[in-house]
Structures are given as C-alpha cells and as structure tokens.
C-alpha cells in the first residue's frame, strides 16, 4: 500500500534530503514557493519551500521501510503522532500539486491586498521610510497616493507600492 509520510528535515536541508531520500530510491514531494523579497532595496525572486523543514516521501509499505530514511542526510525525523507515523492523503498531494505552476512546478502566493482608502499605512523604504500616512489612492500600475504629514501640513506623496505597510498598531483599537 502506498502512503504519504511527513519528513522533518533539518534547517536549509529540504534540498538534500529530497535528493539523498531520491537517490535511495524514494518518491519525494517538496512543494516550492517563488517568492519576491526585498534585498538591498531591490525586488529579487526566491524559490523557498513552500512548508519550510518539512517534506513528503511516499512509501511502497509492502517493499519499503522507513529505518533508512530516519538516519539519511537531511532528515531530522519522521513525524509522528503518539506512536504512529504522521501520513497525508493522496488527494491533498494530488491538490498541492494541481495548484503548482504547470511549467515551473512552484507556487505563487496571490499579491497582498491593498488597504482601503483612509486607512492608516507605513511607508517601509525609499525617503520617506519610517514615517506613518494615509492610504488615499493606487496611482497607476505600480505606485500609491498617501498623505504625509510634513512640517504641519498634509502632503500628498506617491510611493511604489511595495513600500506601502499596513499600520497594525494603528488598526488594533
């Protein structure tokens, strides 16, 4: 019978424990996110798993055993629950792998909402980094309206919108 088992792996090991688990012969499953990240002031694409430290190995349970996947390169543990081994439905597989990019085989988390207008934001990079406004409009297709109180005044300012954080302190009360 063949069943999907959760792997624990060590930190940053993801990699090499799906390439050791693959070259003993296992079928491994590492969902993985491209994700777009800020380095340097500049946008950059990285591909991270997708369940950080965590894996999927499917195991044949008539022809295969879990006693050399425990001590391979990479691995941490095999993730249990009481005394029994954590297993994943096929269809949830199935599923996670429906919702990967055809071509790339990564997922793509849909962009962050933008706030409403009037709602209190933070300005995150650039000049105006630090300084705390209110979200009045998108301008095109990559830049935002805010109002900034500068030296008494409310100013209008357009920042890309990537540099736009909701104020969680101001919307906690």
């Given amino acids: 019978m063949l069943r999907w088992y959760v792997i624990h792996t060590k930190w940053a090991g993801e990699t090499l424990a799906e390439s050791n688990l693959q070259r003993q012969g296992y079928e491994v499953y590492l969902p993985r996110l491209s994700q777009t990240v800020r380095r340097r002031r500049r946008l950059q694409e990285r591909i991270v798993p997708l369940f950080p430290r965590y894996l999927f190995l ?12 425990r ?13 029994s081994y954590a297993t994943v439905p096929d269809q949830l597989i199935r599923v996670l792998q429906a919702r990967a990019d055809p071509e790339t085989g990564l997922h793509r988390l849909p962009p962050p909402a933008l706030p409403t207008p009037g709602s209190t934001v933070k300005i ?16 095109g297709e990559d830049r935002a309206v805010v109002l900034l109180n500068i030296l008494g005044r409310n100013t209008r300012v357009q920042v890309p919108i990537d540099f736009i954080l909701p104020n969680l302190a101001a919307s906690r009360y």
Avoid: I, K
């Fill in 124 to 139: 995150a990079d650039g000049p105006f980094d630090g300084l705390e406004g209110v979200f009045e409009c998108e301008s």
């Fill in 58 to 69: 499917r195991l044949n349970e008539g022809s295969q055993v879990l006693g050399p996947v």
């Fill in 71 to 83: 001590s391979t390169t990479g691995v941490t543990s095999v993730v249990r629950f009481g005394s």
